[in-house]
RNA sequence: GGUCCCAUCGUCCAGAGGCCCAGGACACAGCCCUUUCAAGGCUGCGACGCGGGUUCGAACCCCGCUGGGACCGCCA
């Protein structure tokens, strides 16, 4: 697509009822997606005409889950553009003045305080979905349940407000939104959409509907398949271009390589090769990608993202050197698939204490001690302090004596670590320093 | 119950009639590397739901069945 189209506008429209959910997150970024790949506008628009559910800490919280996610948008309540106002609830005049042209012309009629558009049968209102293709319905499918009869669509609600098939419409139009993108669930709404699309005499914009994101057992995501917001995911130590990225991959794919940055994306990314199944959330899947992004971060970048875990841990991470810090880190590469993860894996690194409080050393036998003195004794002799040196007079060492270099490297990393795994340990000896190194052999008598 | 949609490994995606006895990724198993665990390298396991057509030829087209999903609210 050489040709920046600027007549290409998609938008987001959340109902402020809860945070940004993994599902809209996914609408939303697909909708961001085409829109920077077209070069044309994102669009935010806030549909608050749920009164006692819509909140504006909700609408806050939603905006901000999208700036985590790195989805920008270029007209919205917070900042203006030429079509809005861009919440419902600031629109109601509008939404009444077309209620009531339709009344007049005889296409909608009052019930009690509420208007009802009224269906006629025998329309074809398919339509042509850029993801879906053609989807084929007659007007004699809206039906009332369980009933043969026609069910006209409530446009207004008894207490004024506009129903959310009314005031989409209404405000697609008049925001000139060339593509509606979003969930399937919406794939039925639609026909009755075009009713009015047509009724008012305006052109019906082109759709495309994203496939649903289900849980592990194939149903619609909710509360008890765990995480389901995307600030859930960020307290659980994930990027935002972690979920950004396994977002993107939900429904699409980019090619050969599935690690991407939001660049790469937008500028791969087709709407007309969206996938139609729906798609179960794989929490495996979502856990390899962070931990590509985790390994691709620069030192400083990845210390940033692993600090308030650290501080969340209650450790003294403001007693070092941030450049000493983000080195631990380097060498902790790899391990771990979450920051939360990789800040608990390495916390012997910021403070002796969660070592003592896992280990006492009582695991050592006492006739083993001796032993274990003359190889610390042997490593301290040696005057490079570096991994390599180390490692060779460990080497030497064991090797003379015909003994295991394990049976002293592990006793080793209990000392520093508290734990049974980490980096080379001779790496973590040399960056935790030579007195820190001592001091914790000191501690467990080992010096 | 009605309407609409979907149907390739356990999961996410490739595949737009011959290039597919189906390819990649995650997960899983094994091996290598190794002071541990990861990472990395290699190997393996594993799918076109079923039945009819159409065609010289079908994962790809058509029909039926089965299975799954969504919707049927004065919620959005």
Redesign the pocket.
């Known amino acids: 697509m050489a040709d920046k189209n600027t007549n290409i506008r998609v938008r987001f ?3 402020p ?1 809860g945070a940004l959910h993994i599902g809209g997150g996914h609408t939303a970024l697909f909708n961001w997606l085409w829109a920077r790949h077209t070069g044309g506008k994102f669009i935010l628009r806030i ?4 009164l006692v ?2 909140t504006k800490e909700y609408e806050q919280t939603i905006m901000d889950g999208m700036t985590w996610l790195g989805l920008d948008w270029d007209e919205g309540p917070d900042k203006g553009g030429d079509y809005g106002p861009y919440r ?1 609830s600031e629109r109601l005049d509008l939404y009444r003045k077309y209620a009531q042209q339709l009344t007049d012309e005889g296409r909608a009629y009052r ?4 208007v ?1 558009f009224k269906v006629e049968p025998g329309q074809d209102i398919s339509f042509d979905d850029m993801v ?7 007007s004699d ?6 009933s043969d009869k026609l ?1 006209d669509i ?1 446009i ?4 004024g ?5 009314y ?2 419409v209404i405000d697609d139009h008049l925001m000139a939104i060339s593509h509606v993108i979003r ?7 639609t026909p009755k959409q075009i009713l009015l699309y047509r009724a008012l005499g305006w052109d019906v914009p082109t759709f495309a509907h994203l ?2 994101i ?1 849980g592990k ?4 995501l909710s509360k008890r398949h765990g995480a389901t917001s995307v600030y859930e995911y960020r307290d659980m130590g994930y990027m935002p271009d972690s979920v950004f990225n396994f977002l993107a ?5 980019a ?2 390589d ?1 690690i991407f940055t939001r660049e790469k994306a937008a500028r791969l990314f087709e709407l007309s ?10 929490p ?2 979502m ?3 962070n ?2 992004h985790l ?1 691709r971060l620069d030192p400083m970048t990845r210390l940033a993202m692993i600090r308030p875990f650290w501080e969340e841990m209650g450790l003294p991470v403001d007693k070092h050197d941030d450049t000493w810090l983000a080195e631990a880190l380097t060498l902790m ?4 698939r979450t920051a939360k993860e990789m800040a608990e894996f390495s916390d012997y690194f910021v403070s002796f204490d969660p070592v003592k409080a896992r280990w006492d050393g009582s695991d050592i036998a006492e006739d083993r001690k001796p032993g274990l003195r003359d190889f610390f004794a042997a490593l301290f002799a040696v005057t490079d302090w570096t ?1 390599e040196a180390l ?1 060779a007079q ?2 030497k060492w064991t090797e003379e004596r015909g003994v ?3 049976d002293y ?2 006793p ?2 209990f000392v520093l670590t508290g ?9 973590v000896a040399v960056h935790l320093g030579r007195d820190e190194v001592k001091r914790r052999l000191e501690h467990y008598g080992l010096i």
């Open positions: 429209a959340p109902s009822t549909e608050d005409t749920d559910r819509s419902q019930d009690g305080e509420a009802l879906y293709g053609r989807v084929e319905v007659m499918a809206l039906k009332e349940r369980d069910k409530v207004i609600k008894s207490d407000m506009p129903t959310y098939n005031a989409v969930g399937e669930d919406h794939i039925s709404n496939p649903m289900l057992d194939k149903k619609k991959l939900l429904g699409w794919s090619g050969d599935e090769r969206v996938t139609r199944k729906p798609a179960v959330l794989d495996d899947k856990n390899f990608i931990q590509e390994k590469a790899g391990r771990g991994p490692e460990a080497r295991r270099m394990k490297a592990m080793l990393r734990m049974k795994v980490s980096p080379g340990i001779f790496e």
